[in-house]
């Protein structure tokens, strides 16, 4: 079983934020791009044979920018080169501008039973700051659109620490997305990229980053208001509610295998990685054989994967499982350098055993992460 992931890299506009794999281009552009991803699938269909289709996630960029043609067209090749017999969500991102009684009835149509929305903010100056097309209003109705479609299973992307967002703005944008119809919610901390106008405009003194404290602060707000509302924190920056975890994530975090095509797509089975060429042009240039890079994952890089991905989740990792798959030698490493994280509480007990991150040591979980990695042997 695995998971399958699609880049789709076509925006109308560009935030101020993102550093993402992503184009302005257009429908020309988009059409070749169709083909070009098509001819990757049949390229690539012996990778997967034998195995069977368990997720399929198409992300962006904005994968509702392409027609419903174009989305047919990607997956009538999933189905060609993909044993989708056991396949157990599918999920699309949406931008909630693009979402019409059209555009949902066309992608209920083609197998999608899950939409994932780029919400952000309710607050309708900060989305204008960002650069996103929607309104507040346009989102709370993308929603009910999705709804009526037959859609049960949504989820909100949210976003605090936007500049000059206060503590009780953020509650604001919570207890709004709350308020939906909605089953999963995906919260992030607002980062300044290198490269992005949104690091121009600090830089220049024009906003500022939100300080440690107050996105903190923002961090509790979004557990307390999360946990008071039935969702369940059961991966950093994800909350569901019960029996509404977004599977395809899941292969990333406890690993399964996942194949991803399109620009800037990776792809992990075993110990080998790939990603493609995260230029458009060079992808569509060739078609079937994009550019890309590959790796073997060493035994240390597989034991920090495992550090990383584990102890995101609510589940945690297992202390015996890490002597089953890596040798005696990690297990020792992690003993010793999660025994101060133990007496700290910032690692506690998970059921069968495992171990998992505290409510507490959430916010300071790459620190953690960082003392039980492998050490550097440079």
Known sequence: MYG?????????????????????????????????LCAEMEARREETAGSRLRTLYIGGGTPSQLAADELAQ????????HDTSALAEATIEANPDDVTPAWAAAVRRLGFDRVSLGVQTFDDGLLALLGRRHTAAGARA????????????????????????????????????LALPVAHLSAYALTFENGTRLTTLRDRGLLAEADEELSL??????EEETERAGFEHYELSNFARPGRRSLHNASYWDGTPYVGFGPAAH?????????NTSDVAAYVARPGHPPCETERLTL??????????????????SPGEIEQRFGPAF???????????LGAGRLVPAAGGRLRLSREALFVSDAVMSDLMWPDET
Do not use: K
């Open 217 to 222: 602060a923002m961090f509790r707000i979004l």
């Open 142 to 177: 993308a929603v009910a659109t999705l709804r009526e479609a037959g859609f049960a299973n949504l989820s909100v992307d949210l976003m605090y620490g936007l500049p000059g967002q206060t503590a009780e703005g953020w509650r604001r944008d919570l207890l709004a997305a």
């Open 300 to 317: 240390h890089e597989r034991y920090d994967e495992y550090i990383m991905t584990r102890l995101r989740t609510r589940d945690g990792l």
């Open 331 to 341: 297990a020792r490493h992690f003993s010793r350098a999660s025994t101060p994280h």
């Open 267 to 275: 792809s992990l089975a075993g110990t080998r990685r790939r990603w």
């Open 74 to 81: 990607i997956v009538e090749a999933i189905g060609a080169c």
């Open 4 to 36: 399958l992931y699609v880049h789709v890299p076509f925006c109308a506009s560009r935030c101020i934020y993102c550093d993402f794999c992503s184009t302005t281009l257009g429908a020309d552009v988009r059409r070749q791009y169709v083909a070009a």
